[in-house]
């Protein structure tokens, strides 16, 4: 098991590391890229910062709090929008046939398919991400213990495992109806924008769907309503690790199916 | 070890296929209705090979060629029949199977488009584990032959198609498989190049031991490479046997392509009558309208003089143009269905 990891690790690190390479000899459009990307989430920060000069809190949580989970939701997307990039285009390579190139290697195909490509510009997002984590830690009011911050980390891992999950699931659908851009599009343009705010602003219907249909309630507002609302560490802390594991579970098991479903195109 | 590698036996897969109807309307009711319909792409094949051959597979597009492959690749589950490879069910244990085979698919290269070749080749080493002792005795080889070196550091999409083809036949050999599947490996490569590309094959093949199934629209590289061949058609196999029957048997055949738009159509017509008249075989010259004004004779040289049959036609038609080629798969097939073969 640890040895297969080292050996995925190895190829995972060699093939990377050239991709980098090869887009960094690209200097103009790889600093464009960054900065537009830094641009674009600096000013979604922004229209925070708008937003509480008019209103002093939304639905309970104060500026502060917001922008904690504003931080918190950018670092558990990032893994995600860095390392899995390639299921963008998941959809071309299952029309033109270039899929199938991953079912020869003896590796898994998912891994094998997203192994060759990093999205380097979203290291932009992820530093503006930093950022605002770290400037709103120190104005909350929590008490911190040790239990919390490891708590913390456990509950961050689910986050990630369980946006990784969602997104695997919604890209998957690639197999069975080919163009999936609209599909793609609604989840990441649309849904994944209500994350980054307080779940008890929207309505009933909206939660129940964030919290039991597509988990995204636990990629961002579970973890940090936890820490930030409730005096200790409760068993509802593990929840967020518990859902991460399973949503991710379910995600490679949609993938699987799929990649059983496909069959490529005739030559 | 065993002698054969691969051994199918009433390998069989069946598609359902979408049947779409016409038009916009016709693309809103396949929305709501579906209907399907069953294609058996590959019809009960049974087959085996040994260790170390080279075997052509060939037929026309769409005869199953490509849903053979991935019935032997892993890809596809077969509907009916089994197969195993090197005592792998392909499959079921893909990806312990695959770790021993090589695939290069024509245009689809399994290079990384942005990487230097080498640096390919290093990531291959990787990911099958290649010890370094065969890793430098197999670049050292591919360099013997095709001087691999030159194009070390230039990144793949900077290659050319010939160029790209030869890195890519060599990479599937990198981590001596036992078994190497090539899709149409000279497709769209010129003449030299595609002689450069059955060196390597054929030098590969008997450096290392490697099997290797080619399939292809080239009788060329069926002539050059693979002294057995299998002719599929409609998902079954027709033919089975030595290149060299089947040259024998079609070998002598030419088809005659005459650009004749300027005449009637029932004056074309009447020339298969009028040939027969003239030229009587045993195997009467076929004549096949193509739709566009071109007509198509194909006809056995042993029996009748291929000269004498255009001379014949410039006299006593209006001919535009003249091609003349080897007899076409489609009308092998047909013939074979007549008994060429048997």
Redesign the interface.
């Known amino acids: 098991m640890v040895k297969r990891l080292f ?1 995925y690790w ?2 995972y690190r ?2 990377t590391s ?2 980098i390479k ?2 960094m000899s690209f200097r103009a459009d790889f600093l464009i890229s960054v900065l537009g990307m830094l641009a674009l989430n600096v000013s979604g920060f922004l229209s925070l910062l708008v937003l509480f000069n008019t209103i002093p809190s939304l639905g309970g949580w104060d500026y502060y709090e917001m922008l904690f989970l504003y931080g918190f939701f950018g670092l558990a997307i990032a893994p995600v929008a860095i390392l899995f990039d390639k299921f963008w285009s998941l959809w071309s390579d299952v029309i033109w ?2 899929f ?2 991953c ?6 195909t998912m891994f094998y398919y997203l192994s ?1 490509t990093v999205d380097l510009k979203s290291l932009g997002s992820l530093a503006v991400s930093v950022a605002v984590f770290v400037y709103a830690l120190p104005h909350l009011r929590v008490s911190w213990t040790a239990l919390k911050v490891v708590c913390l980390v456990l509950m961050y891992l689910g986050s990630v495992f369980s946006f990784i999950g969602i997104r695997t699931a919604v890209s998957a659908t690639a197999f069975w109806m080919g163009r999936n851009v609209s599909v793609m599009n609604f989840f990441s343009l649309k849904v994944e924008q209500f994350v980054r705010y307080p779940l008890t602003i929207f309505g009933k219907p909206f939660q129940i769907v964030f919290v039991f249909v597509i988990p995204y309630a636990f990629v961002a507002y579970m973890p940090v309503n936890h820490l930030l609302h409730s005096p200790d560490v409760s068993p509802e802390w593990f929840l967020t690790p518990l859902v991460g594991a399973a949503v991710f579970g379910i995600g490679c098991l949609v993938w699987s199916l799929g990649v ?1 479903r496909y ?2 195109t ?2 | 070890m065993n002698k054969k590698i691969i051994e199918a036996t009433g390998l069989t897969r069946h ?1 359902r296929v979408l049947e779409r109807r016409e038009g916009l309307s016709g693309a809103f009711k396949d929305l709501f209705s579906r209907n399907y319909r069953t294609v058996k792409a590959v019809d009960g094949v049974s087959f085996s090979v040994d260790r170390g051959e080279i075997l052509g597979l060939i037929g026309p597009n ?1 005869a199953g060629k ?1 849903t053979t492959i ?1 019935l032997l ?5 077969p509907t009916a029949g089994g197969v195993t490879v090197d005592g792998f069910v392909p499959f079921s244990d ?3 199977y ?2 021993n ?1 090589g ?1 290069v ?2 245009q ?1 290269s ?1 290079l ?1 488009w ?2 230097p070749v080498i ?1 390919s080749f ?2 291959l080493k ?4 290649v010890p370094d002792a065969v890793y430098e005795r197999n670049l050292k080889l591919f360099n013997d032959l095709v001087d691999l070196k030159r194009h070390y550091h230039t ?1 793949v999409r900077k290659l050319s198609l010939g160029q790209k083809s030869i890195c890519d036949i060599a990479a599937s050999f990198l981590h001596d498989p036992a078994l190497i599947f090539l ?2 490996p000279t497709i769209g490569l010129d003449v030299s190049v595609k002689k450069n590309v059955r060196k390597i094959i054929r030098t590969l093949n008997r450096e290392l031991g490697t099997t290797i199934i080619i399939t292809t629209h080239d009788t060329g590289d069926i002539g050059n490479l693979c002294p057995r061949l299998i002719l599929i058609d409609k998902g079954t196999i027709v033919y089975d046997g030595p290149t060299a029957r089947f040259n024998k048997a079609f070998g002598s055949f030419r088809t005659l392509h005459l650009d004749m738009s300027d005449m009637g159509e029932d004056e074309r017509g009447a020339l298969e009558g009028r040939l027969a008249g003239c030229f009587p075989c045993r195997e009467k010259i076929s004549v096949r309208e193509e739709g566009d004004g071109w007509v198509t004779l194909t006809l056995n040289q042993d029996e009748v003089p291929l000269l004498d049959v255009l001379n014949h036609c410039l006299k006593t038609c209006r001919v535009k143009d003249v091609k003349i080629e080897d007899i076409s798969l489609e009308e092998v097939i047909i013939k074979s269905y007549e008994g060429a073969l048997a």
């Open positions: 050996y190895r190829i060699k093939l050239q991709h090869s887009r046939g270039n199938i190139n079912c020869f290697k003896p590796l898994n060759d059983r069959n490529g005739g030559t | 598609f769409g490509s991935k690749t892993g890809v596809l589950k893909r990806r312990r695959v770790a085979i695939v698919l024509g689809r399994q990384w942005n990487l640096e290093k990531v990787e990911i099958y584990r990144p899709d149409e």
